[in-house]
């Protein structure tokens, strides 16, 4: 009799917990999904900068945001909230920011989002290490990786568009930001699109970095991907948290 309760008890704890680990994962799956076209790796040290992904294929635009270059690194692309922003060099150094919706990456990350939580900042976090280390601090109890968006003032920021020679080959990073153009950009209202990971470097991030930030200003006459950064005031949005 003790053997056949023994064997009843150990049925009933393997069950149990097999039943623990499936809530677990769907626990884990609940939330907006991140969705990655290639790596950004594969441009830089592999020269792969033809199209892998045709933005007007992707159907559901509600709520959607996505970061990457435009291919063959002639240009960054913002989707923010199913607007689709590309930002291009034109001849004399000017920047060129406009709607497109036919347009094309080598490597794309992208997320639908719909409900967000709003944070203030704190008025001491100023650069983007600072911003690094508060959002990780932050959302350690969240879904990985996620999509935010930061809206508010700029104190300042160096933003930077790909602009690579027609016709370049590309084997690694020096290579593959010739003919790159940098732009500071004074006290503006702006929103930075961005997504946050601590398992893509390489992928969606760079080696050094959690981050992918792509800012826009509010008058939509700048836009490109996030080098350097001071914040004003501005509010931190996070994927709505999902008990």
């Excluded at 393997?14 to 809530?23: D, F, M, W, Y």
């Excluded at 939330?31 to 033809?50: D, N, R, S, T």
């Excluded at 435009?70 to 960054?76: K, P, S």
Aim: one cysteine or more.
């Amino acid at each position: 009799m003790k053997f056949k309760n023994l064997i009843l008890f150990l049925i009933i704890y393997i069950v149990g917990c097999s039943q623990n680990a499936t809530q677990d994962e769907t626990l884990k799956s609940k939330g907006p999904v991140v969705h990655i076209v290639a790596a950004m790796k594969e441009a830089v040290w592999k020269g792969e900068l033809f199209s892998k992904i045709d933005l007007d294929t992707i159907s559901n635009k509600k709520g959607l945001y996505a970061l990457g270059p435009v291919t063959y690194m002639r240009g960054e692309i913002m989707i923010n909230d199913g607007e689709v922003w590309v930002s291009r060099v034109n001849a004399d150094e000017s920047i060129s920011v406009k709607i497109e919706d036919s347009v094309s990456a080598p490597f794309l990350v992208y997320s639908n989002v719909t409900d967000w939580d709003t944070v203030d900042l704190p008025l001491n976090l100023s650069s983007i290490s600072d911003l690094e280390k508060y959002i990780d601090e932050q959302t350690k109890n969240r879904q990985r990786p996620f999509a935010f968006k930061l809206a508010g003032s700029i104190d300042s920021a160096t933003i930077h568009i790909q602009n690579l020679p027609l016709g370049a080959t590309v084997s690694n990073p020096k290579e593959a930001h010739a003919g790159q153009k940098k732009y500071s950009i004074g006290n503006y209202e702006s929103e930075i699109i961005g997504f946050f990971s601590t398992e893509h470097q390489g992928i969606f991030t760079h080696h050094d970095s959690y981050l992918h930030m792509h800012l826009i200003t509010k008058d939509r006459i700048h836009m490109g991907h996030l080098d350097e950064l001071e914040i004003e005031k501005m509010k931190l949005l996070l994927p709505e948290k999902i008990e």
